[in-house]
């Protein structure tokens, strides 16, 4: 009998040990793999980095096919001062749905496509330091400019799907029928062929759009709370997140991103808009 206990016990103690083992073994591999990220990036040479096809000017695909705007920017000196090489960056074209997929999927290091950070993105995917800020807004046909939220009564609103325009209408006025679309090309077509009264996104993009594009009117400016736009890694991916964040602060002391601004949005904006309305410096919002 008394073998039989010594028995039991070395035997619980033998699983209890070794479970402890699988639990240290389990952490010490997520370490090592957060360790290994930056790591793999540079054994394979470039970083893969999600951002839109069909933004300007924040993402787009210009005449010659590259790509260009106010993210690929920071993206190009992201690549430099990681890899030695701005050209060392692949772009994956995503969509406003697909931003948060590709990162869980590890299609990509990096999201970078006009990202909002929201509470519920912020639950499945890590955001580093915000580099821009933002509030929806709504644009209309100068005819039958919409200056309220009431006006939207019996009208269809036209928004991107899984952008924060479409979150904050269905959360906030369910009764507003939206009409919604998978890209920002076929989204503002619906609003030029009159598929709808309006369409919401964020105010940066649509004071440039409504600027490019004779006979619309941004008649409700800013909407909701104001919002950070900021770099998402895969949950978890500490080791990148940390090195992403100190990037941004390094990047805020020699004003980098006033300088992308004005490289990428003003020559859109003109004197428009103020820089300061939209542009983060060091992650400091």
Same mark, same amino acid.
């Given at each position: 009998?008394?073998?039989?206990?010594?028995?039991?016990?070395?035997?619980?103690?033998?699983?209890?040990?070794?479970?402890?083992?699988?639990?240290?073994?389990?952490?010490?591999?997520?370490?090592?793999?957060?360790?290994?990220?930056?790591?793999?990036?540079?054994?394979?040479?470039?970083?893969?980095?999600?951002?839109?096809?069909?933004?300007?000017?924040?993402?787009? *695909? !210009? @005449?010659? %096919?590259?790509?260009?705007?106010? $993210?690929?920017?920071?993206?190009?000196?992201? =690549? +430099?001062?990681?890899? #030695?090489?701005?050209?060392?960056?692949?772009?994956?074209?995503?969509?406003?749905?697909?931003?948060?997929?590709?990162?869980?999927?590890?299609?990509?290091?990096?999201?970078?496509?006009?990202?909002?950070?929201?509470?519920?993105?912020?639950?499945?995917?890590?955001?580093?330091?915000?580099?821009?800020?933002?509030?929806?807004?709504?644009?209309?046909?100068?005819?039958?400019?919409?200056?309220?939220?009431?006006?939207?009564?019996?009208?269809?609103?036209?928004?991107?799907?899984?952008?924060?325009?479409?979150?904050?209408?269905?959360?906030?006025?369910?009764?507003?029928?939206?009409?919604?679309?998978?890209?920002?090309?076929?989204?503002?077509?619906?609003? *030029? !062929? @009159?598929? %709808?009264?309006?369409?919401?996104? $964020?105010?940066?993009?649509?004071?440039?759009? =409504? +600027?490019?594009?004779? #006979?619309?009117?941004?008649?409700?400016?800013?909407?909701?709370?104001?919002?950070?736009?900021?770099?998402?890694?895969?949950?978890?991916?500490?080791?990148?997140?940390?090195?992403?964040?100190?990037?941004?602060?390094?990047?805020?002391?020699?004003?980098?991103?006033?300088?992308?601004?004005?490289?990428?949005?003003?020559?859109?904006?003109?004197?428009?808009?103020?820089?300061?309305?939209?542009?983060?410096?060091?992650?400091?919002?």
């Amino acid at each position: 009998m008394r073998k039989l206990k010594f028995f039991l016990l070395a035997l619980v103690a033998t699983v209890f040990l070794t479970g402890c083992g699988d639990d240290k073994g389990a952490d010490k591999a997520a370490a090592s793999n957060q360790a290994d990220a930056i790591a793999k990036i540079k054994e394979r040479g470039y970083i893969r980095i999600g951002v839109f096809s069909d933004k300007p000017p924040f993402g787009y *695909v !210009d @005449k010659d %096919g590259k790509n260009q705007g106010y $993210d690929v920017y920071f993206a190009k000196r992201i =690549a +430099k001062d990681l890899l #030695g090489d701005e050209s060392k960056v692949k772009f994956e074209l995503v969509e406003a749905a697909g931003r948060v997929e590709v990162l869980v999927a590890d299609k990509v290091d990096i999201t970078l496509a006009n990202f909002t950070k929201t509470p519920e993105r912020a639950q499945v995917v890590d955001f580093a330091l915000p580099y821009m800020k933002v509030s929806l807004g709504i644009v209309s046909p100068e005819g039958a400019v919409i200056k309220s939220v009431d006006e939207l009564k019996d009208k269809t609103l036209i928004v991107n799907k899984g952008t924060t325009a479409d979150a904050f209408f269905t959360k906030n006025y369910p009764d507003i029928k939206l009409a919604k679309y998978d890209q920002n090309t076929e989204t503002f077509a619906a609003l *030029v !062929d @009159k598929r %709808g009264a309006a369409l919401a996104h $964020d105010n940066a993009l649509l004071f440039a759009w =409504a +600027k490019e594009t004779p #006979g619309f009117v941004v008649g409700i400016e800013a909407l909701g709370d104001v919002d950070v736009i900021a770099p998402a890694v895969k949950k978890g991916n500490k080791v990148l997140l940390d090195w992403l964040n100190n990037e941004i602060i390094e990047l805020g002391k020699e004003n980098f991103f006033h300088k992308d601004y004005d490289a990428t949005l003003k020559p859109i904006y003109g004197d428009s808009v103020n820089p300061e309305s939209l542009v983060v410096e060091g992650g400091k919002f």
